[in-house]
């Protein structure tokens, strides 16, 4: 399904990425959870990398735009930071931590004709895929087709 939410960078369109570029998707507890933001600042080091590798990165929470884009900044963040405050796309992806009351963190990778490649839900930010798996799904996905890839 289309994401379509506000962001620190803007309001962010997934659709605005079909057939241009593959899509790591996050789900985190949010702000107050050591754990995601952890798993943030992990892949937010491997980012250049991932960029080359012709994706983007997304993480989306419950979190309020201020709270967002106040560890955006804290954390050094290069990637957009959804806000999925009124709950309107969690469900349609992943479930609801009901202890947290927020959206069970998860990783969804696309590739650019919006195929799910990969997906893991957990109940911790620290169960996730770390980033060198994220690269290696989305270097086999480059790979994999030689005419769309600029490897």
Same mark, same amino acid.
């Given at each position: 399904?289309?994401?379509?939410?506000?962001?620190?960078?803007?309001?962010?369109?997934?659709?605005?990425?079909?057939?241009?570029?593959?899509?790591?998707?996050?789900?985190?507890?949010?702000?107050?959870?050591?754990?995601?933001?952890?798993?943030? +600042? @992990?892949? =937010?080091? %491997?980012?250049?990398?991932?960029?080359? #590798?012709?994706?983007? &990165?997304?993480?989306?929470?419950?979190?309020?735009?201020?709270?967002? +884009? @106040?560890? =955006?900044? %804290?954390?050094?963040?290069?990637?957009? #930071?959804?806000?999925? &405050?009124?709950?309107?796309?969690?469900?349609?992806?992943?479930?609801?931590?009901?202890?947290?009351? %927020?959206?069970?963190?998860?990783?969804?990778?696309?590739?650019?004709?919006?195929?799910?490649?990969?997906?893991?839900?957990?109940?911790?930010?620290?169960?996730?895929?770390?980033?060198?798996?994220?690269?290696?799904?989305?270097?086999?996905?480059?790979?994999?087709?030689?005419?769309?890839?600029?490897?």
């Amino acid at each position: 399904p289309a994401i379509r939410l506000p962001s620190n960078k803007g309001t962010i369109d997934t659709w605005n990425f079909k057939h241009r570029k593959n899509l790591v998707v996050i789900f985190h507890h949010g702000k107050d959870c050591q754990y995601c933001r952890a798993k943030l +600042q @992990e892949i =937010a080091k %491997a980012y250049d990398k991932i960029k080359q #590798l012709e994706a983007e &990165v997304i993480a989306i929470s419950f979190d309020t735009m201020q709270t967002i +884009q @106040e560890y =955006a900044s %804290a954390d050094n963040i290069p990637f957009p #930071l959804l806000s999925d &405050v009124n709950r309107q796309v969690y469900s349609k992806f992943t479930c609801l931590d009901s202890s947290r009351n %927020a959206p069970c963190p998860s990783i969804f990778i696309t590739d650019r004709f919006c195929e799910l490649r990969f997906q893991e839900i957990a109940r911790e930010g620290y169960e996730l895929p770390d980033a060198e798996e994220i690269l290696s799904w989305l270097l086999f996905i480059e790979t994999e087709c030689p005419e769309c890839s600029h490897l």
